[in-house]
Structures are given as structure tokens and as C-alpha cells.
Nanobody, 121 residues
Framework: QVQLVESGGGLVQPGGSLRLSCAAS????????MGWYRQAPGKQRELVAA???????NYADSVKGRFTISRDNAKNTVDLQMNSLKPEDTAVYYC???????????????WGQGTQVTVSS
């Protein structure tokens, strides 16, 4: 089992920044991919960003150039730096960890409890 604990959500004005962090613990040796999805009310859960062991990254088109994902393998954490936030970024953000990540498919591994990000003036 892998446990994921997220932190860093909150309320921010448009144009502002937030940093989300996810700490993994437990049976993490088989984890090759970590990242973030988000889900807005009435919408499907969608990829925000993923990072694979070795450092390759994948971003949703809507966040490219504004969000940066990073991973600290020594600390077993994955962070999401979110800049130039827009109201449409408002959602619950979920951390995930999986042994295999396939673009276009929801991970079948582990999920965090979610953290709310609200972008509003």
C-alpha cells in the first residue's frame, strides 16, 4: 500500500501562485509515476501533470507554461508549482502514484484525498 498526503491548496486571486505538495509513504519501490489530476464540479477528472522516473514530464495543454511539476525521489514527494492561475483552474486537485502511467487513462494505482484550489477575486 502507498499513502499519499497532499498539502498547499487554498484560495488565490487570478494571476496568483500556489504550490501543491504530495508526500508518499509505504510501499513506494514500485512507483514509477507520480503527478496531479484535477476535477471541477460537474466535470471529469483530468490530467494536470505527470512525472515519470527518470524525469520525463507530461502536461495538459491548458497548463503548459504556467505549471511546473517536480519530484524529489529522496523525499518521495512531488510538487506542483502553479503560476498565473486562472478561474478555470478552480478544482479539487488529486495526487496520484502508480507503477505504470498511460497517457489518456486514469491511473489505477493510488490517490490522495484531494486538495481544493479556488481561483477567484
Amino acid at each position: 500500500q502507498v499513502q499519499l498526503v497532499e498539502s498547499g491548496g487554498g484560495l488565490v486571486q487570478p494571476g496568483g501562485s500556489l504550490r501543491l505538495s504530495c508526500a508518499a509513504s509505504g510501499s513506494i519501490l514500485r512507483i514509477n509515476a507520480m503527478g496531479w489530476y484535477r476535477q471541477a464540479p460537474g466535470k471529469q477528472r483530468e490530467l494536470v501533470a505527470a512525472i515519470i522516473s527518470g524525469g520525463s514530464t507530461n502536461y495538459a495543454d491548458s497548463v503548459k507554461g504556467r505549471f511546473t511539476i517536480s519530484r524529489d525521489n529522496a523525499k518521495n514527494t512531488v510538487d506542483l508549482q502553479m503560476n498565473s492561475l486562472k478561474p478555470e483552474d478552480t478544482a479539487v486537485y488529486y495526487c496520484f502514484a502508480d507503477s505504470v502511467w498511460i497517457p489518456g487513462r486514469l491511473p489505477t494505482g493510488y490517490w490522495g484525498q484531494g486538495t481544493q484550489v479556488t481561483v477567484s477575486s
